[in-house]
């Protein structure tokens, strides 16, 4: 079965510090995967879209990579802000099929 | 541009009760899809759509029908509500591109169903 998972579930971090988010994904033929944060209550908003043949985006102050051999993607949030905190999802698209979504990593930013 | 809006924004059903849970997108967007979310999973995908007149399953259907009448609009349809359908119901468009599309979401609908 395709899975993908966010570890951990949560995580607090001093503002100021640079931080990684953790996605990984059983299957390396993938087509694609998207990060989303969702902040209380709301939707979700696009953060960064990796392509399979890329390696990296890059938006701002983040940056996420895409290592499909080893089933993993990582989201770099440099010289985090209590405006950061938020939940952090990860949705990978295997093959040609509809999006799978991690259950994301709630973000903390202590000020 | 508005991008996706859902209404309602919350609900409340009782057992049995039928409702529609309204979605529309300006972006002229071919694909449209409606996720529920429950605490502490990710969202899974309930129905799905590629175009005006074209509808899909997704993964957790059961409970739920959609129709596609026109590339906007995308509603989704309780016919018998039961407390397991109590979630927080996305809805997404997206436009087909070469290497995969983006996806952009609405606010979401909170239903109960008690």
């Known amino acids: 079965k395709q899975e993908v998972t966010q570890i951990p579930a949560a995580l607090s971090v001093p503002e100021g510090e640079n931080l990684v988010l953790n996605c990984s994904f059983t299957?390396?033929?993938?087509?694609?995967l998207q990060w989303f944060r969702q902040d209380p209550g709301k939707g979700l908003t696009s953060l960064l879209l990796?392509?399979?043949?890329?390696r990296e985006q890059t938006s701002g102050r983040l940056n996420a990579s895409l290592d499909k051999s080893s089933g993993r993607s990582t989201l770099y949030i440099a010289a985090s802000q209590p405006g950061d905190s938020a939940t952090y999802l990860c949705a990978v698209r295997f093959g040609n099929e509809k999006l799978t979504f991690g259950t994301g990593t709630r973000l903390t930013i202590i000020p | 541009n508005a991008g996706v809006t859902q209404t309602p924004k919350f609900r409340i059903l009782k057992i049995g009760q039928s409702m529609t849970l309204q979605c529309t997108q300006d972006m002229n967007h071919n694909y449209m899809y409606w996720y529920r979310q429950d605490p502490g999973m990710g969202l899974k995908l309930i129905y799905y759509?590629?175009?005006?007149?074209?509808?899909d399953k997704g993964e957790v259907p059961n409970g739920y029908n959609v129709s596609r009448s026109t590339t906007e609009d995308f509603p989704l349809r309780l016919e018998l509500a039961a407390p397991s359908q109590t979630s927080v119901y996305f809805c997404?468009?997206?436009?087909?591109?070469?290497?995969?599309?983006?996806?952009?979401f609405g606010p979401g609908t909170r239903l109960t169903v008690t």
């Open positions: 997404a468009s997206s436009q087909p591109i070469a290497g995969g599309d983006e996806q952009y």
């Open positions: 299957d390396s033929a993938i087509y694609n």
């Open positions: 759509s590629v175009g005006a007149g074209i509808t």
């Open positions: 990796i392509q399979s043949s890329q």
